[in-house]
Structure formats: C-alpha cells, structure tokens
C-alpha cells in the first residue's frame, strides 16, 4: 500500500472543532493583550523583582496610635498617598520598586481602603499616669488627704463650773423674787448657803468677811491656807482661809494700819472694786460713757471711777429696782452679792449669760 501524501493535509478543510479551538485560542490572546495595555500606567519593572530591595517595609503600624500612613511615588512622579490597615497588612502583595527604593502595596481586590477619617482612635494618657497595656490607660491614684493636715487653732475653752445637785429651795426667796435665778445657779453649784433653818436671808447686809468666804469659793488662784496677820481677827478666826485666799488673789485688801475689819459692812462700789481688782480688768478708754448712764454718777468715790466704769462695760454691775441708780456707798445685800458674783462667773467662761433686766449693759 503507497503512503499517504503529506501535504493532503493542507488542503483538508478544517472541521467545526479545530475552528472553535481556533476562535477561543485568539479571544484568549486578545483579552491578555486588552488588558495589558489597559493597564499600562502600572509598574512593570521586572528588573526589580531579580534584585529587590532590602528597605523594610514602609507600611508599619505604631501600636496604639491607629494605622501610620507612608507615601511612594509612581511612574509620573507624583506622590501619592497609600494607606495600608494593620489588619490587612497579611493579605497585601509588596512589588518591589526600583525607581524609589521602596515598595509599592498592590491592596487585595475585595479589600477597601478606609478613608483618612477612619483611622484608629488615638489614645493621649493622663500628664501623670502611663499607658498600660492593651493601650488602656492607666487609673491616676489620688492619694487621701493627710492626717496631718493642720487645723485651725482655736482658743482653750475654759470649764465651766457643773451643776451638782437641786438648787436649794430657801423659804425667804419667792419663785417671783427678782436675784432668784442668780441665787439657784449659785446654790446648786455649791457657791453659796443659807442658814440653819433653811433661809438666805436675800436682803441681810454682807460683811467682809461673808464676803471673802463668797469670794473663795469663785477664785481661780489656789493659794495655801497660811494665816495673813491682821490684827484685828484672831488666831481661830472662822474665816481666816477664805480672808488669806481673798488677799493672795487681789479680790481685797486690808487696811494700812494693819487691820482687816472682818465684821465691817462692806458698800457696793467696794464690792464692784473688789471684783474688778481680781480679775484684773482694765478701765476703757472713755470712763465718762460708761459712768454717765448712772444718775447718781456724782456719789462714786474718785478712787473708784475706773473700777466701776470698768464693772460696768464687762457687765459686772447689777442694779435693782432701777438700772440706771448705782447707789455706790449702800451696803450690799445677800442677794445683790449673788448676782454680781454670777457676773463674774460669766465674764471668765465658767457660767452662761442669764438674761434679765437688771443687768446693766452700755451699746458700744
């Protein structure tokens, strides 16, 4: 048998087959080289990819300040921005650019390249504290106020004298009498008696020696009970304490001729002088304002203006039935006693202030 012509087979007509084969073959061709010039402002620097470069890469994120944005250039010169996201940053082809020195990002098709606007928060810590980790920031301690704050200081409250027991309920003062409240708040502090059979005897003259008794009773300077030698009062004289403790605290004084006069009767303004002398009370500036209120101002002893302008402005001064009469040079009575002593009491902290009428008392 001869064999076939081999060039029988360039006559052969082509079949459906081969021209379909033929058709996708040159479609094929076609669709790369349209896309090809399609994207020709691409970076096709195949030289670059036999000798990449070793410059890290330039899309590195800062932990807790968001995504850092990196600029590179392109064929034409023109800086353009290209942002990458730290959490992209795995799926993100890096072409190597010769032209720059640096990298360009080719971005995965799906992903989406989030605006200036959506960048991470930025995180500022406090002036004190430091940022902890998983960029939280760390609390400020604000330390408790010291204990040894120092606090204001105020003046030593002196104490006052306590209520002991019941005032004493004597038979000769009245609920309505007037030096009744004075006479209580002594009584039940245990400052003042009465007599055995249950009085006081309001209205009964006082001598200086009762006097001093009182006045022991209320001063503050304890002194020992040594005997001061007068004269006149002997050597088992029942008030030679309270008169010794009156003399050492400057609540009197005796006479120069070395007498003490126990049972004299002292007068009002001799009280009043005897109080302001031991506690020490300085006259006011204006002794004449204090003294004018008193319509018997005239009868006041010359040696004794200062005191009694002094009584009066501490209050000291207690005038019954009319404020405005002194009646300096009377004797004093049980009761009138009771009320300025309580005063006195008052003026040094160790009693509250009593309101009534008969307390004289100057506007300032």
């Given at each position: 048998m001869l064999p076939s012509d081999p060039?029988?087979?360039?006559?052969?007509?082509?079949?459906?087959?081969?021209?379909?084969?033929?058709?996708?073959?040159?479609?094929?061709i076609g669709a790369v080289l349209f896309w090809s010039f399609s994207r020709k402002d691409a970076d096709w620097n195949l030289d670059g990819l036999l000798a990449p470069s070793s410059t890290p890469s330039a899309f590195a994120t800062e932990p807790g300040f968001g995504v850092k944005p990196t600029v590179s250039s392109n064929l034409n010169g023109s800086p353009s921005p290209t942002v990458t996201d730290s959490n992209q940053s795995a799926n993100t082809l890096l072409i190597p650019d010769a032209t720059t020195g640096g990298v360009v990002a080719v971005p995965p098709q799906a992903s989406t390249i989030n605006p200036p606007s959506q960048v991470g928060p930025v995180i500022i810590p406090p002036l004190s504290g430091n940022i902890a980790p998983n960029n939280q920031v760390a609390p400020v301690v604000v330390p408790p106020p010291s204990s040894n704050t120092t606090e204001p200081q105020t003046a030593p409250t002196v104490e006052q004298i306590p209520t002991t027991t019941p005032p004493i309920a004597f038979k000769d003062v009245p609920a309505d009498y007037w030096g009744r409240h004075f006479i209580d708040a002594l009584s039940s502090r245990g400052l003042i008696k009465g007599f055995p059979d249950n009085s006081f005897k309001p209205d009964l003259p006082v001598s200086r020696a009762e006097f001093a008794a009182i006045i022991q009773q209320v001063s503050e300077k304890k002194l020992d009970n040594t005997p001061t030698a007068f004269k006149d009062i002997?050597?088992?004289?029942?008030?030679?304490?309270?008169?010794?403790?009156?003399?050492?605290?400057?609540?009197?004084?005796?006479?120069?001729?070395?007498?003490f006069n126990p049972d004299q009767k002292i007068s009002r303004v001799q009280v009043l002088v005897s109080l302001v002398s031991g506690l020490k009370l300085n006259?006011?500036?204006?002794?004449?304002?204090?003294?004018?209120?008193?319509?018997?101002?005239k009868d006041i002893p010359?040696?004794?203006?200062?005191?009694?302008?002094?009584?009066?402005?501490?209050?000291?001064?207690?005038?019954?039935?009319?404020?405005?009469?002194?009646?300096?040079?009377?004797?004093?009575?049980?009761?009138?006693?009771?009320?300025?002593?309580y005063q006195t009491l008052v003026q040094t902290g160790k009693l509250q202030p009593l309101q009534d009428p008969n307390i004289v008392t100057v506007p300032r």
């Open positions: 060039r029988s087979s360039e006559t052969t007509p082509l079949g459906f087959d081969e021209f379909v084969g033929i058709l996708v073959a040159f479609a094929t002997p050597e088992k004289f029942w008030a030679t304490p309270a008169i010794s403790q009156a003399i050492g605290s400057g609540f009197l004084k005796g006479y120069p001729n070395g007498t006259p006011p500036a204006s002794a004449n304002q204090f003294l004018s209120i008193y319509k018997d101002a010359k040696y004794a203006t200062d005191k009694v302008a002094a009584a009066t402005a501490n209050n000291l001064v207690v005038n019954h039935p009319d404020k405005t009469v002194l009646a300096p040079n009377k004797d004093v009575t049980r009761a009138e006693v009771a009320a300025m002593v």
